[in-house]
């Protein structure tokens, strides 16, 4: 059953604007995707339910909304008990719903360049055309993304909401991390003023203590997926990445990566999925396209190229410490790999492809992530020096109208055939 034509059958065939942003429509979406779809784990169910429900309660107007770009730290954030809005979240939602060419095509009539990250066109137009919530804050960091902080600024001016940004140094470093923990505490007085909250040390407490706890459960899944076969598949993987972006310093996210600890390991126990379907073990780098294709179904179940593990779902930080709050996450900012030259990212990637047994690495090149895909290049070159084949698969995770899905087995097809003849 297609949960998405379902959705839209139930509306009278008409995604509107006006329609969209009802709470009653995410009570609907509720009940046919949570209650109808079949999912592979619990875990997966619990993480569909609370990205709705929380976009329910935003539009709802329980509470501030905060928007955050995709890699702030959303700790600040649930500390002060604010709903999270995640704009590439929200693209990727709307690119499923079918809903990304009419709002790709409305943001070039309000001069958006096709240029830019088609994650950010999306939430400009969902915004200006009431599909999505407009933020009470407006909240972004420098590192990796230049175009979401960009995003931020103009609608920050269009519709006279406050707007804050962390300048995050390259390189790790004492240095850094004061440089960046000083701007913490400023942003703590930026989000006491604009709520009218204080924040309390019980709050920051507990807002670390969910994130550790979340970290510390999301590394035994980790674990566990480096099992032979895999119990886990890519596809399923990819789903958790709404946690990745807002979910840290969230209670829930805790019990979340929790619950699929224990469903991997009793998979691990039972002896796992069919070992024939996994042909060889792949590393995927940078995240998917979200409208419908079956990309990752041709990997994994017509090519048995078995995702192993995930760029994006890497746990690389240190525990984030209660009694030095501030310090301790501007080091968990600064720890990611991508940041600062290449190399670093290299270097990480080479580590998972080792732990994980990878025979391979996938990196899909989503066209407006500059960031992501002017490295790929120089990857490809060190990996296949280190015997490491490397497919930079071309497309775009919103716009269908970027990726050729022809073109895009082709190339899975000759990687495949590579990987054979390196196994003899």
Known sequence: MDSFKLFS?????????????????????????????????????????TALEQAAAAFRGENMVAWTSAFFPSEMVHAFSLIPF????????????????QLL???????????????????????????????????????LCDGAPQLFRYL??????????????VFPGEAGERYLARQLKELVLFMEKTSGRKLTR????????????????????????????SPMSGEDALGFVYLVLVGKGHLQTARIYETLARELAERVASGGPDPAGERFRLLWMHLRPYYKNDLLGIVESELKMRVAFEEINDVYWPPLDPERPFISLARKILSNPALGPARRRLARVKELAAAYRADGVIH?????????VGATVFLKDQLRKDGIPFLSLDGDCV??????????????????ELLEQRAG
């Open 105 to 143: 095509r409305f943001a070039d009539q309000m001069g958006f360049s096709n240029d830019a990250c088609s994650f950010h066109r999306c939430a400009a137009a969902g915004t200006a055309g009431e599909y999505f919530p407009v933020p009470d804050m407006l909240l972004a960091s420098s590192h």
């Open 202 to 229: 019980k709050a920051i407490r507990e807002a670390w203590e969910n994130s550790n706890r979340a970290g510390a459960a999301q590394l035994r899944v980790n674990t566990l997926r480096r099992h032979l076969p």
């Open 156 to 169: 920050g001016r269009r519709y006279g909401k406050p707007f804050y940004i962390l300048d995050v140094p």
């Open 9 to 49: 059958d139930s509306l009278g065939g008409n995604l509107s604007r006006k329609l969209l942003s009802t709470p009653r429509v995410y009570a609907l979406a509720k009940q046919i995707f949570i209650r109808l779809k079949n999912f592979s784990f619990e875990a997966s169910r619990m993480a569909a339910e």
């Open 364 to 372: 899909f090149s989503h066209w407006g992530c500059r960031q992501a």
């Open 399 to 416: 716009d269908p109208n970027s990726f050729p899905p022809g073109q895009a087995r082709t190339r899975l097809e000759s990687f495949l």
């Open 86 to 101: 995640a704009p590439e979240g929200a693209a990727a939602t709307a690119a499923s719903l079918g809903m990304a060419p």
